[in-house]
Each structure stands twice: as C-alpha cells, then as structure tokens.
C-alpha cells in the first residue's frame, strides 16, 4: 500500500461551512461482578455516544464482548441514533465494551474506516476506539508494512490497531504483555491519541505522552447510593465507565477523575489500575489541546479540574479587558459563544442580551459554491432579535472565526434588523496553522486572518464596526486561571495559533 500524503489525507474532508470539524468521541464501560453480567453495558456506551455526538458525527460503533474472544459489534454511517436501534442493541449482550463517535482525519468518511477497529492477535481479540491523529502515521506505516503486516484501510487508527499487535521489543517471557504492548507504540507513535482498548476480559484506558486529546474516568453507582466527597468509599460499583468527556457521565455514573497524559489505566471488573504513566519525548512539554477549551467540548465538561464553562466565561472576561468598547447590549453568536459572551458583558458591566435565535433544527451547513447561498445558509441558522438589536450599539462575541462565512452573513442580518454599530469580538486568536493531531483545520488559504492584512480590513469587508480577538497569553492566561496550583505541570497545545507545534512537524508538508 502507498504511503498517503497529507493533502491527500484530507481531500474530501472539512466539507462544512463554518467551523472546525473533526475530532472524535470515544466511551468505554465495564461491569462489576458475576459475569457474563449481561447487564446493560452495551445500552450504557449507547447512551454515552450519544452524550458524545458533538465530538463526532459520521459514523459510529459499539463492540462488546461477554468475556470471551467472540465480540458482537454493530458499526454505520451517521448518527448514533440512527445506526443503534433497540434491535441491534439488543444484540450486544456485554460485560464489558468500546464505542466510538468518528469525524474523519487520517481515512474517508465510509464505512470500512467506522470505529472501533477489531483484529484477532495471536494473543486474543482486540478492539480499538480512537480519537486523535497520528503525526507520524506515514513513517508508523511504513514500520507496520515492513513486519510483513497487510493494512486494510489508509486509517490511522487501524495502523494503531496492528502496531498494537507487534511483540514488543523484549519478547513476552510470561504470556501476553499488553501494557508492554502499549509502551511500545507509545514509543513509536508519541502523538497524538486517546484510546479504548478492549481485550476479552479488560479495557485499557490510554492517553498520549502529551496529553493532546482528553480522556477521563468514571464509575457505574448503584441504585441510591452516592459518592462522598468525591470517593467511592464502601460503595460495590455495578462497574466503570472511560470516556472523552464527563458530560458523557449521567445520572447514574460518576466522574472520578481525567486518566494523565502518557497513564495506561487498566480496568477489570475488579476496578481501575495505573499500570505506568508515560512521560513525553525529553524537552517535550505537555500539550493539551486548546480549542477543547475554546470550541470543540461540551460547556458542563471538566478538564483539568475545572468546568469548561469557567474558562469561557474567562475568556470573555479577558476579551473586554483587551478589547473595550462602548456599547448598549452585549450578545453571542449561539451556542458556544455564550459563556464567553456572559463573561464579556459581567466584566464590562454593559447589559447581556439575546441579539440572535438559533434555529436548533438545522446541523451542520455543507459547503455552499457561492456567498448568496452562504447568506442563506447562516440565514437558515441565525435570526435577529429586534427588540434588542434596532437602534442600538452592540458587541458581539463568537468563541472562534475560521473561514469567516459565519460573521459575514450575520452583520448582515443585524445591519438590515437596525443596529447603530457592531463591533465583533473573538473570545480566542485568529487561527493560522493547521493541526496534524485529529483537528481538520481548513488549509490556509482557506482561513480568513491568512487572506487579509489585520482586523481593520476584515472589518471593513464584513461592515463591522470593529473586530478583535483574543491574545494568545490571553486566552492562555484565561485557561489557566483556575487550575490549581497543586497539578503538577500543565502545558496546552496553541499550534493552530502559534506555528508552535508540540511534537515537531509531520515530514511531508503540502497542507
Ligand atoms: O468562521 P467560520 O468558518 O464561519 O466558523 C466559525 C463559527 O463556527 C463555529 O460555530 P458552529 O456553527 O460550528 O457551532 P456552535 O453552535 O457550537 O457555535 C464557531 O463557533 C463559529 O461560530
Ligand atoms: N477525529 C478523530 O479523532 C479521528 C480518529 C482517526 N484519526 C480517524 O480518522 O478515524
Ligand atoms: S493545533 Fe489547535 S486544534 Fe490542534 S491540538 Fe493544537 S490547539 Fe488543538
Ligand atoms: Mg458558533
């Protein structure tokens, strides 16, 4: 099989309109006691998908297992509640299993590259879920190739899958070594990734030596019974949960804490164990992804110990110390600018209000061949709200400005609803760089600060009054602001601002 490209990896891909696209979801669950439990495993990695929808929305898969080698699974194209009927779950009878919700980077978005990936190693069945993207899959590729290993798919999540499966370099004296296993690719492949992996009787919770995509832990809580202070006590767990997200941990399973960047977790239904932390390459710093912070995770996720919420609201905060300005209301383009928008307003004391409605039928826009029909587009999403907007002098807050089809079209709109002026501020810094590790990130002709000089003439093309954006010690300083100071080293991937890329470049630069 040929070595792909870059640009030949993401042809097809960033399809949408606006926005930053593609990154992934994954969840895992696992059952206490008598087994096979038969319990509803799989219906809990259903619902978990779903809680995770937001991180991927092209495909998605559930692969079970009731402790042996025989793994029921059900894989599709689109949305988890489209693909998993109560027929199909019904058939995943589980004590333990992965799933996963795929936005496509490394392979097309079609069916032969759904996740979780399942292979039969000489040591037993292995399931993969995956969210990231190898930076270097291309050299990865080549390695896997040349043990005499065929790969199926241009996926780097199923190179993951048989890099798993090579002996590890000291040979495996006693059985099976999984955790050396995973070691082994962690030195081949140090970024980036979270990842499910399901043997017949364990999962492994793992994360990339940088920390670059989140990943956290949780557990199944018997009827009535609650955590104290945070501990699971004397509680008997019905089992444990791994997942991108906390949001994904509702009612009855609770957050415990996020797995550490380069920790191997090993859960069995007796519970959860470091098996190692790995650290990053020497001179390396930890890299968590930004834009999780900024865009990408659910308001009510927690990282690093504080609410995604929280740093919105920060940001905003910064945002009007940075960038003042008069003003009768302050607003967000819906939704996830409206934490910062609240943040923007409380330290400005100008009043917040709702200068737009979003229309929450309509999805993703597809990529629209003219600005006529992109009007329409964001027409479609997006209606003014007169009595808030006619007359008036208004700030407008939006977490992130991409390809700048969003902000166009919507001063459109206020202008033609009546507003005085609109100034535009951007609770994060304009993007410039791509992103090799599971974001598709337009290429850089595509990204609006690329096309244009500075801010006064992106104003002046989209009518604005005024746009500003967020500092980058800003925005870092915002993120930062409630970590306590007792995790021991922090550090946060900015590529995609800075040019600052954590792990080095890929070799082949076309993007
Ligand atoms: O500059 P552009 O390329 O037009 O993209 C920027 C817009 O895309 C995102 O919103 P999106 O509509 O994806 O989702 P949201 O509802 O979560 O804000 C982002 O929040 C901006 O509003
Ligand atoms: N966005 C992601 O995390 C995608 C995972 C993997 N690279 C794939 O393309 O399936
Ligand atoms: S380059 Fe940007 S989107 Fe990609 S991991 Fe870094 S911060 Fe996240
Ligand atoms: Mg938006």
Not at 348 to 372: A, C, D, H, M, W
């Amino acid at each position: 099989m040929e070595i792909v490209e870059w640009k030949d990896r993401r042809k097809n891909r960033g399809i949408t309109d606006s926005g930053l696209t593609h990154e992934c979801g994954v969840f895992g669950a696992i059952g206490n006691k008598h087994w096979p439990c038969n319990s509803e495993i799989a219906q809990f990695i259903c619902i978990g998908l779903e809680a995770l929808q937001h991180r991927g929305q092209e495909s998605t898969g559930i692969v079970v297992s009731e402790g042996t080698n025989d793994y029921h699974y059900h894989k599709g194209m689109g949305l988890v509640k489209h693909v998993f009927s109560n027929e199909s779950i019904s058939k995943l009878t589980g004590s333990l299993g992965i799933g996963h919700t795929r936005y496509s980077t490394s392979a097309k978005s079609e069916q032969v590259n759904c996740q979780p990936f399942v292979v039969h190693s000489m040591h037993g069945a292995l399931a993969v879920a995956h969210n990231g993207e190898l930076v270097n899959a291309a050299i990865l590729r080549k390695q896997v190739l040349d043990r005499g290993v065929g790969l199926s798919t241009h996926s780097d999540s199923e190179l993951i899958t048989q890099a798993l499966c090579l002996n590890p370099p000291d040979g495996e004296v006693n059985g099976p070594d999984w955790p050396a296993r995973i070691r082994h690719l962690m030195q081949l492949a140090p970024l980036s990734y979270s990842l499910c992996l399901m043997l017949k009787d364990k999962i492994y919770a793992v994360r990339d030596p940088y920390g670059n995509r989140p990943l956290c832990l949780g557990v199944i809580l018997p009827p009535n019974q609650e955590l104290i202070n945070g501990e699971i006590g004397n509680i008997q767990p019905e089992g444990w949960v791994v997942s991108s997200e906390s949001c994904a941990f509702l009612s009855v399973t609770r957050y415990l804490r996020e797995v550490l960047p380069g920790e191997i977790v090993e859960m069995t239904h007796a519970g959860l164990k470091t098996i190692d932390i790995v650290p990053p390459p020497l001179d390396k710093s930890l890299a968590f992804c930004i834009f999780e912070y900024v865009y990408f995770a659910r308001p009510n996720s927690l990282f690093e110990g504080q609410e995604v919420y929280a740093v919105r609201v920060h940001c905003g905060m910064q945002l009007a110390i940075e960038h003042p300005v008069e003003a009768d209301m302050v607003g967000s383009v819906p939704e996830s600018g409206n934490a910062a928008a609240f943040g923007y307003a409380q330290q400005s004391g100008i009043p917040l209000g709702e200068l737009l409605t979003k229309n929450s039928y309509v999805g993703r826009t597809f990529i629209q061949p003219n600005n006529r029909l992109r009007q329409m587009n964001v027409a479609l999403k997006f209606s003014p709200i007169l009595r808030n907007v006619k007359g008036k002098k208004i700030i407008l807050i939006d977490d992130s400005i991409v390809r700048g089809n969003t902000v166009g079209p919507i001063i459109k709109l206020l202008r033609r609803a009546g507003a005085k002026e609109v100034h535009i501020r951007v609770a994060s810094p304009p993007l410039k760089y791509p992103c090799f590790m599971g974001i598709n990130i337009p290429t850089k002709d595509e990204l609006i600060m690329n096309k244009l000089k500075n801010t006064k003439e992106f104003a002046k093309q989209v009518d604005a009054d005024t746009i500003e954006y967020l500092s980058v010690d800003g925005l870092v300083k915002a993120v930062r602001k409630e970590i306590k100071p007792t995790t021991k080293s922090v550090g946060h991937c900015t590529a995609c601002l800075t040019g600052e890329y954590p792990g080095g470049l890929p070799q082949e630069l076309d993007w």
